[in-house]
C-alpha cells in the first residue's frame, strides 16, 4: 500500500493554467501505475488521465485531451498533472490514486486500490 497526498489546488479563471502534485510515501513508486480523477459537485467521480509505471504510456479524457499533461518523477515519487487552458467545468476536486497491479494505465477507477483525499480546483468564468 502506498500513501497519496494531493497538493497544488487553487481557485483561478478561466483560461488559466495550474500544476496538481502527487506525493506518494515508500520505495516502490516505480512499481504502480497512477491516475488522476475528479468530482464534481453532485457527480460521481470521472477519470481524467493516467500514466504507466515507467511514464511512458499515458491515457487521457476526452475532456481534457490537449490542455492536461501527466507525468512522473520516480526518484522523487511525485506524479504530477499540468492542467492549462482551465475551464469552469473543470471545477472538482481532483483525487490521484494508484496500484502496483496494474501494467498500464486504466480509465477505471476500480482498478486503482490507494487513493488520495483529494485537492479543489475552482475555476470561475
Known amino acids: 500500500q502506498v500513501q497519496l497526498v494531493e497538493s497544488g489546488g487553487g481557485l483561478l479563471q478561466a483560461g488559466g493554467s495550474l500544476r496538481l502534485s502527487c506525493a506518494a510515501s515508500?520505495?516502490?513508486?516505480?512499481?504502480?501505475?497512477m491516475g488522476w480523477f475528479r468530482q464534481a459537485p453532485g457527480k460521481g467521480r470521472e477519470f481524467v488521465a493516467a500514466?504507466?509505471?515507467?511514464?511512458?504510456?499515458?491515457i487521457y479524457a476526452d475532456s481534457v485531451k490537449g490542455r492536461f499533461t501527466v507525468s512522473r518523477d520516480n526518484a522523487k515519487n511525485i506524479v504530477y498533472l499540468q492542467m492549462n487552458s482551465l475551464k469552469p467545468e473543470d471545477t472538482a476536486v481532483y483525487y490521484c490514486?494508484?496500484?502496483?497491479?496494474?501494467?498500464?494505465?486504466?480509465?477505471?477507477?476500480?482498478?486503482?486500490?490507494?487513493w488520495g483525499q483529494g485537492t479543489q480546483v475552482t475555476v470561475s468564468s
Open positions: 500514466i504507466g509505471r515507467s511514464g511512458s504510456a499515458t
Open positions: 490514486a494508484a496500484d502496483r497491479t496494474l501494467s498500464f494505465p486504466t480509465p477505471r477507477a476500480s482498478n486503482y486500490r490507494d
Open positions: 515508500g520505495r516502490t513508486f516505480s512499481s504502480y501505475s
